[in-house]
C-alpha cells in the first residue's frame, strides 16, 4: 500500500477527474460554460478534501504523544502541558462543502481543565 500523501496517489486522484470530466463531458455535450466549472469544481473539492485529510493525518499532531519531551501540545490559556484524554473522531466541513473525517488525540490541561482537539 502507498503512503497518503505519495506522488502517486496524487497522481491517480488527478487521472481520475480528467477521466471523469471526459466521461461526464460526453453524456453532457450541450453542457453550459457554467455546468462545466460546478462539474470542475465539484470534483476538485472531492480531492482537495481527500488530500487535507491525509495531510491533517499524517500530521504530529495526530498522534502528539510520540513527540519529543518539551514538544508536545500545551494549553493556549495557561502554557500547561496537555495530558492525553483519548482518541477521538471529529467531522469537518472544508470550504469546498466537503466531509473530512479525522481520528485525532485529545488533549486536557490538568492545572485549568481546558481541552484541545486535535491539539496544537
Known amino acids: 500500500m502507498s503512503h497518503p500523501l505519495d506522488e502517486h496517489t ?7 477527474i480528467l477521466a471523469g470530466m471526459r466521461d461526464w463531458r460526453l453524456a453532457h455535450p450541450k453542457a453550459t460554460l457554467r455546468e462545466l466549472e460546478d462539474e470542475l469544481d465539484t470534483r476538485w473539492a472531492r480531492v482537495r478534501a481527500r488530500m487535507l485529510e491525509a495531510m491533517a493525518l499524517a500530521s504530529a499532531a495526530a498522534n502528539w504523544t510520540a513527540a519529543p519531551e518539551g514538544q508536545q501540545p500545551s494549553c493556549p490559556d495557561c502554557g500547561q502541558p496537555l495530558h492525553l484524554r483519548g482518541a477521538d473522531t471529529r467531522t469537518l ?14 488533549g486536557s490541561c490538568p492545572a485549568c481543565g481546558a481541552g484541545l482537539f486535535p491539539p496544537r
Open 93 to 106: 466541513q472544508t470550504h469546498g462543502g466537503q466531509t473530512l473525517t479525522l481520528n485525532r488525540q485529545y
Open 10 to 16: 496524487w497522481h491517480r486522484m488527478t487521472e481520475e
